[in-house]
């Protein structure tokens, strides 16, 4: 059996050769104006999918698909959650004897969902990584808007743990935590996390702000920049060289609900926090 034909057969159920021709018919007038149709796909195969066109059996590869992945890996894992779904394509290639038919859905576009910051979406993981799990959240829409690739980085889960069960070909429900600066979709399984990652919280780095103090159960004082993102003040030489004495003096006599003023340093991503400089005087070094 030819290369094509492996994947080109007739639907068992249409025995009646005039119908048949007439099925071919339809579909070699297609081809000729190049109409775009709808099909169906039946069936995962190595390198693309058997599909269902005009009553017919035909072949889409993964490279004519309206999308891209980097590697048939990607494909395999997520190619069995395609199957029953529908696209639009043309035929490129038609041959009567034997039976073959190619489809090309490449210039299948698709709208953008809207997606909603914090909502949960079932998503297929593709590949796993040491740094993480990229995920298709297309399969949560039944592929209406194609595909939509994020990445989980495993340093904003929840449970750590959950990455070492976590495997390629299956659906776990995510997070949708906004978009990075290369407007790539940002996937958490925690919404506090995310916004550590994904560059919300980068514009505060090199500001002064007013920071809200808050005593702890135990006494400690507790920093929070902007009312809500916890954050710390690390007393450190490098950061006041002449001044480490009064910097403890001054944070052991805070008082709750007090409001100081602290320039951002940077972010301690381990600790979902920011680092913060205490500016005990506008001169202090």
Same mark, same amino acid.
């Given at each position: 059996m030819s290369k094509t034909t492996e994947y080109i057969k007739i639907d068992a159920d249409s $025995? !009646? !050769?005039d119908y048949?021709?007439?099925?071919l018919m339809n579909l070699k007038k297609a081809y000729a104006n190049q109409e775009r149709l709808t099909f169906r796909i039946v069936e995962a195969k190595a390198k693309g999918f058997t599909v269902k066109v005009g009553g017919l059996f035909a072949y889409v590869s993964f490279k004519q698909l309206s999308w891209s992945y980097p590697s048939l890996d990607y494909w395999h894992n997520v190619s069995n959650y395609l199957v029953g779904n529908y696209f639009r394509g &043309?035929?490129? %290639?038609?041959e009567e004897n034997p039976i073959s038919i190619h489809i090309d859905a490449t210039q299948q576009t698709f709208e953008y969902p809207k997606l909603m910051e914090g909502a949960r979406y079932r998503g297929v993981i593709l590949q796993k990584t040491k740094y993480g799990v990229f995920v298709d959240i297309g399969v949560h829409f039944k592929w209406k808007f194609g595909s939509i690739l994020g990445l989980i980085h495993k340093s904003t889960l929840v449970k750590e743990s959950d990455y070492d069960h976590w495997r390629e070909? %299956? /659906?776990i429900v995510v997070r949708f935590q906004g978009f990075n600066k290369d407007g790539h979709p940002q996937l958490r399984d925690n919404r506090d996390r995310g916004k550590w990652c994904n560059?919300? &919280? !980068?514009q505060l780095i090199g500001t002064i702000q007013n920071v809200s103090v808050v005593i702890g159960k135990e006494g400690q004082p507790e920093f929070? /920049?902007?009312g809500k993102h916890k954050a710390i003040i690390p007393v450190r030489r490098e950061i006041?060289? $002449?001044s480490i004495s009064r910097l403890k003096e001054f944070v052991y006599n805070l008082k709750d609900g007090e409001e100081i003023n602290c320039e951002v340093l940077g972010i301690n991503k381990r600790k979902d926090s920011f680092i913060l400089k205490l500016l005990l005087e506008p001169t202090d070094n």
């Open positions: $025995n !009646d !050769d048949l021709q007439r099925l &043309t035929i490129y %290639k038609f070909g %299956k /659906v560059g919300e &919280t !980068d929070y /920049v902007l006041y060289p $002449n």
